[in-house]
């Protein structure tokens, strides 16, 4: 007897039903530690180029250009986590904790997969790749060193980002913060011991960059799985008697497949863009890595807050409630907007500041702040991308999702960057610009879709 009321019991103890009451309360609850958590993510990635900074402009282009395959990876694995989230969104909504747990289980063999693949690609294919794009052979050299041992801790990092989606698809977002919290601020603390040998550690380099994630994400992998399977968050997926479900997997890859091809095309473009600028030099490419840290930095929060709009709206189309799924993701937005037009203005004062936080060489600051300022242009209409794109994505209507980024990304992005830096006098500030334009277009095209209101029947 006492078997069957903990699920109901633990929902008590980690959550309230986010289905009814206020719901900018419900969002801004929901979402605060998964603006935490993602935020925390962008820190350590942040941190570690203001260490390689001292490193000199070699070392960031070739971890700049190395961290486009990792945020691939990153990318297609979150892709993935969107059918999990989805399913056991809506299981949860709809009050069936029971095949939640059996979803979170099944999710689990996903995330074996994909990590043991990518891992394998990573360290057997890491020159090849770096070598793809013309590089000079120092920044080559830098870059291989970095992803071969950065690609060790990606199976680890798939069972935690699963093991994260599925707390906060569940409604538990504080636990992943938690956990988030303590390994990243341990990567922090780690990662500049082991790149400039400091007391006891070894100089390593761009490899003690890499090797302060495998540590890290080794650690954050087996602390949050234990906090799943042990019945410490809202749901308690076991081990017992677990035989692999290929029907539930096949119901989460459909979803989560499409999310997959939009991360793995996203930054495949972004290797594109890198090609297109490095003709103009590695101050340029260095410069490009740098902006694209600091976006990390600035987005990551109202991507959080899209996160969490995404689990109210999974959670209130199990429970029936569209309306309340589309005041959710309309609230998101609304806030989103205001934090990055905020951002955007501080970037417009002071671009040449924040450069120099990674790198002081007076070439890499100027180019740098510019493609800084044209970068805040963007985000103006910003947020609306990022919130409802994961809102349309949390309710399991994934394609859509991927058809904007394939056409904008290679219909749009690509031919304006090399039109804008190859024919006009823009130069290397054209891909920048097009960057601009890119942004708008998948803004405008998200909010057309959204009001359409198809993704409110998906069923999933």
């Avoid at 693949?117 to 360290?123: R, S």
């Avoid at 504080?174 to 990567?187: A, C, D, E, H, N």
């Avoid at 006891?200 to 890290?216: E, R």
């Avoid at 809202?234 to 997997?249: A, C, K, M, T």
Wanted: charged share 10%; with cysteine.
């Amino acid at each position: 007897m006492e078997e069957v009321k903990r699920p109901a019991e633990r929902a008590a103890a980690f959550g309230r039903d986010w289905t009814k009451g206020n719901i900018l309360g419900n969002l801004l609850t929901l979402s605060w530690p998964m603006m935490i958590s993602g935020s925390l993510y962008t820190v350590g990635q942040t941190v570690d180029m203001i260490w390689v900074g001292r490193l000199g402009s070699a070392s960031i282009a070739g971890v700049g250009v190395a961290g486009i395959a990792v945020l691939m990876v990153l990318s297609a694995m979150l892709g993935l986590t969107m059918g999990a989230r989805a399913v056991i969104s809506r299981f949860v909504g709809a009050g069936d904790i029971e095949s939640a747990n059996q979803a979170a289980g099944q999710a689990f063999v996903i995330s074996l997969g994909y990590g043991l693949i990518v891992t394998a690609i990573g360290v057997l294919l890491a020159e090849p790749i770096l070598s793809l794009f013309g590089l000079q052979p120092e920044v080559v050299a830098e870059g291989t060193t970095y992803l071969r041992i950065a690609a060790i801790s990606w199976t680890p990092l798939a069972f935690t980002l699963m093991a994260m989606n599925i707390m906060q698809a569940s409604g538990d977002a504080v636990t992943p913060m938690k956990v988030g919290l303590i390994f990243r601020l341990s990567q922090v603390a780690l990662c500049p011991f082991l790149v400039f040998g400091w007391w006891v550690f070894p100089k390593l380099g761009v490899m003690g960059v890499a090797l302060s994630q495998v540590i890290t994400e080794t650690g954050g992998m087996s602390a949050s799985l234990w906090l799943l399977f042990s019945g410490r968050s809202r749901l308690h997926p076991s081990l017992r008697h677990f035989r692999v479900d290929w029907n539930i997997i096949w119901r989460m890859a459909k979803i989560g497949l499409p999310g997959l091809v939009m991360g793995v095309e996203r930054n495949f473009g972004s290797m594109v863009l890198v090609w297109l600028i490095v003709p103009f030099g590695t101050v340029a490419v260095a410069a490009h890595s740098l902006i694209q840290r600091v976006e990390m930095a600035v987005t990551m929060p109202g991507w959080g807050l899209g996160m969490g709009a995404s689990v109210l709206v999974g959670q209130n189309l199990g429970a029936r409630q569209p309306e309340r799924a589309v005041r959710s993701a309309w609230l998101a937005a609304g806030i989103v907007e205001g934090f990055l037009l905020v951002c955007a203005l501080i970037m417009l004062v002071g671009a040449e500041y924040i450069i120099r936080i990674f790198n002081s060489e007076p070439a890499l600051v100027e180019m740098g702040g510019t493609f800084l300022r044209i970068a805040a242009a963007g985000y103006a209409v910003m947020g609306f991308s990022t919130v409802l794109q994961n809102c349309i994505s949390g309710a399991g209507d994934t394609i859509p999702t991927m058809t904007v980024s394939i056409v904008t990304m290679w219909l749009v992005l690509l031919p304006l960057a090399w039109l804008l830096s190859r024919v006009t006098d823009l130069s290397v500030y054209g891909v920048r610009w097009a960057i601009v334009i890119n942004i708008a277009v998948g803004a405008i095209a998200y909010v057309i879709y959204f009001r359409l209101g198809r993704w409110q029947r998906k069923r999933v």
